[in-house]
């Protein structure tokens, strides 16, 4: 078997669906399967998993273990020559597989690839690709100097754009693909870290077998981000616990850097607390993609559109786009997100199995799900 991709799940079950759904189809053609871990979600996700995806492998832990076990888990009844961690909150393109299996770069001594991820807006994320964050670009990071200028940009490994692919040292826990041999090789993910530094963990643990990680920007993956972690009073504690974990895992201790970043990280957690919300919008109308004739009673005017070369927009209007994804492709979807990225324009996807609307309107909001 070519590829295992690995899905931790908690409380998600409508993004974890739809990014199921997804992964179906981007799996077309490759020899792959899906594994799905349930970390005691109290919502019905395992319960949907059975019902719409029997066939998919479900494992079900009885108590929330975490991020790091989680995958491991699910990593060590994998089949396949590589693996693919992935969040639940993602959306796949029909081709990210594929691309990422077949380029040349995996064979160079590749340890592991991400790929671009764009938020619920089609606005690109920095996190896609980053380098090892040492106590100085730990700083640059906390206190925001990347943004100055670029020589202080090691934390968003600046030295690559958005759009060029290349050598970069830590990739994010949302899409990892690596081979097992080697997810085993260093351990996986270390369950002394219950999150948020896991991800950096594991790249860095790569790093020093002497491989290099890659970023590779031709395929394009939707991550919403913030429905996975809430900025809450635990979510501070935690991120401060877990950045506290990799130095002194990596690191050297000393008592200024400790300082530092207990200052430094409390600052950043409680203004991502303050980012997160979910952004109140008064819409003009809605445009639906879509070639068959949906029900959705929506509240305000719709136009419906049979082919994104229809569509103008009209910078004046909020308008809300929602894309039928039982006739347009994921590709295509993430494609038209990114070219029409706006502050004036919002996305769904309706799924119809389940007959809903999903999506967020930045990598700080929540996400929304609208039950038809």
């Given at each position: 078997m070519?590829?295992?991709v690995?899905?931790?799940?908690?409380n998600?079950?409508?993004?974890?669906?739809?990014?199921?759904?997804?992964?179906?189809?981007?799996?077309?053609?490759?020899?792959?399967e899906?594994?799905?871990?349930?970390?005691?979600?109290?919502?019905?996700?395992?319960?949907?998993?059975?019902?719409?995806?029997?066939?998919i492998?479900l494992?079900?832990?009885k108590?929330?273990l975490?991020?790091?076990?989680?995958?491991?888990i699910?990593?060590?009844?994998?089949k396949?020559?590589?693996?693919?961690?992935?969040?639940?909150?993602?959306v796949?393109?029909?081709?990210?597989?594929?691309?990422?299996l077949?380029?040349?770069?995996?064979?160079l001594?590749?340890?592991?690839?991400?790929?671009?991820?764009i938020?619920?807006?089609?606005?690109?994320?920095?996190?896609?690709?980053?380098?090892v964050p040492?106590p100085?670009v730990?700083?640059?990071?906390?206190?925001?100097?990347?943004?100055?200028?670029?020589?202080?940009?090691?934390?968003?490994?600046?030295?690559?754009?958005?759009?060029?692919?290349?050598?970069v040292?830590?990739?994010?826990?949302?899409?990892?693909?690596?081979?097992r041999e080697?997810?085993?090789?260093?351990?996986?993910?270390?369950?002394?870290?219950?999150m948020?530094?896991?991800?950096?963990?594991?790249?860095?643990?790569?790093?020093?077998?002497?491989?290099?990680?890659y970023?590779?920007?031709?395929?394009?993956?939707?991550?919403?981000k913030?429905?996975s972690?809430?900025?809450?009073?635990?979510?501070?504690?935690r991120f401060?616990e877990?950045?506290?974990f990799?130095y002194?895992k990596h690191?050297?201790?000393?008592?200024?850097?400790?300082?530092?970043?207990q200052?430094?990280?409390?600052?950043?957690?409680?203004l991502?607390k303050?980012?997160?919300k979910?952004?109140?919008?008064?819409?003009?109308?809605?445009?639906?993609?879509?070639?068959?004739?949906?029900?959705?009673?929506?509240?305000?005017?719709a136009?419906y559109?049979?082919?994104?070369?229809?569509?103008e927009?009209?910078?004046?209007?909020?308008i809300?786009?929602?894309?039928?994804?039982?006739?347009f492709?994921f590709?295509?979807?993430?494609?038209?997100?990114?070219?029409?990225?706006?502050?004036?324009?919002?996305f769904?996807?309706?799924?119809?199995?389940?007959?809903?609307?999903?999506?967020s309107?930045?990598?700080?909001?929540r996400?929304?799900i609208?039950l038809l």
């Amino acid at each position: 078997m070519q590829l295992s991709v690995i899905i931790l799940n908690y409380n998600v079950r409508y993004f974890l669906e739809q990014c199921v759904l997804s992964v179906q189809k981007a799996l077309e053609g490759i020899d792959g399967e899906i594994i799905v871990i349930d970390n005691a979600s109290s919502d019905d996700s395992c319960e949907m998993m059975k019902t719409k995806f029997p066939h998919i492998k479900l494992i079900e832990n009885k108590d929330n273990l975490g991020f790091p076990k989680g995958n491991n888990i699910g990593v060590a009844q994998a089949k396949g020559e590589y693996v693919c961690i992935l969040n639940p909150d993602t959306v796949v393109a029909e081709d990210t597989f594929s691309k990422i299996l077949n380029t040349k770069n995996r064979q160079l001594n590749t340890g592991i690839i991400g790929c671009k991820l764009i938020d619920g807006a089609g606005n690109f994320l920095p996190e896609s690709k980053r380098g090892v964050p040492t106590p100085w670009v730990a700083f640059t990071k906390i206190f925001g100097l990347y943004k100055i200028s670029n020589y202080f940009g090691k934390y968003y490994a600046q030295h690559l754009s958005e759009n060029e692919s290349g050598k970069v040292d830590i990739l994010v826990g949302a899409f990892m693909v690596m081979k097992r041999e080697l997810y085993l090789e260093v351990g996986g993910f270390d369950e002394d870290c219950f999150m948020y530094s896991d991800d950096i963990d594991l790249s860095y643990l790569v790093l020093k077998t002497g491989k290099s990680n890659y970023y590779f920007h031709e395929t394009s993956v939707i991550h919403y981000k913030g429905e996975s972690t809430v900025r809450d009073g635990t979510y501070m504690k935690r991120f401060r616990e877990a950045m506290q974990f990799f130095y002194k895992k990596h690191f050297k201790k000393s008592w200024f850097f400790d300082v530092m970043m207990q200052v430094g990280s409390f600052v950043f957690s409680l203004l991502k607390k303050n980012q997160q919300k979910n952004e109140v919008r008064i819409l003009d109308e809605y445009v639906v993609f879509s070639r068959e004739n949906l029900e959705l009673n929506l509240p305000k005017k719709a136009t419906y559109l049979s082919d994104f070369n229809q569509f103008e927009n009209q910078s004046n209007k909020n308008i809300e786009i929602i894309f039928d994804t039982t006739t347009f492709g994921f590709a295509e979807i993430i494609t038209f997100m990114q070219l029409n990225k706006s502050k004036n324009l919002s996305f769904k996807n309706y799924i119809l199995s389940s007959n809903y609307l999903i999506g967020s309107n930045n990598s700080n909001d929540r996400g929304q799900i609208i039950l038809l």
